[in-house]
């Protein structure tokens, strides 16, 4: 049976998005996993996320709480609030409740990603305080690290992310992923893929 990775985002400007897509193809890379990307329910309004110019959603489904428990590990993503989770995966967290009182993540692996509008905007930290939400549900925290690659060590260009997971940066708003982003983020992917892939066959 295909381990399965589920890629849960909220991206309001496409950003998360983005970065979303490249960890699927690097979960999907690995043999035998099986990568679904998602994303959790808008709780801005329509007329106020058109006066904040956001661009329509994607055609992404939308995940429920009780999906969860299907999957054998999973990737998290979301944009910074004040170098925090936004209230929008907050809220999607939040509503994991009865998730939490049945212990039916305990042991999965999770990883974490974001973006932020400047480099001291919260690449660290909006992902450190998530951390308390994995916990909670007793899942198995999955960083990065500096495995990615040369890049992370690279200074002469402006980039995301961190040994805590893959980030990028969104202002100004036309801004699209670098390179060296997509490719932690790729990294990302594949490296929860094949550490859910042991502990799925480990059982």
Not at 118 to 133: I, M, N, P, R, Y
Not at 134 to 140: E, F, R, T, V, W
Not at 154 to 171: E, I, L, N
């Amino acid at each position: 049976m295909a381990t399965k990775i589920y890629i849960v985002n909220y991206s309001m400007y496409g950003h998360i998005e983005k970065l979303a897509k490249e960890i699927q193809k690097g979960a999907s890379s690995v043999k035998g996993v099986e990568a679904k990307l998602w994303q959790v329910s808008e709780m801005v309004p329509q007329d106020v996320l058109e006066k904040m110019n956001a661009p329509p959603k994607s055609n992404v489904p939308v995940i429920s709480p009780n999906k969860f428990p299907e999957a054998d590990g999973f990737v998290f993503g979301f944009p910074t609030r004040f170098g925090m989770m936004c209230a929008q995966f907050k809220a999607f967290l939040d509503s994991t409740g009865g998730l939490w009182q049945q212990q039916r993540l305990v042991g999965k692996p999770a990883g974490l990603f974001t973006s932020t509008a400047s480099q001291g905007g919260g690449q660290e930290t909006t992902v450190l305080t998530a951390v308390t939400q994995l916990a909670h549900h007793g899942m198995i925290f999955v960083p990065t690290g500096y495995a990615s690659g040369n890049g992370m060590f690279d200074m002469a260009k402006v980039k995301g992310g961190s040994p805590y997971g893959a980030g990028t940066f969104a202002t100004p708003a036309d801004r699209v992923p670098t390179e060296l982003e997509l490719e932690q983020a790729f990294f990302q992917g594949k490296h929860i893929a094949t550490i859910a892939k042991k502990l799925k066959q480990s059982n």
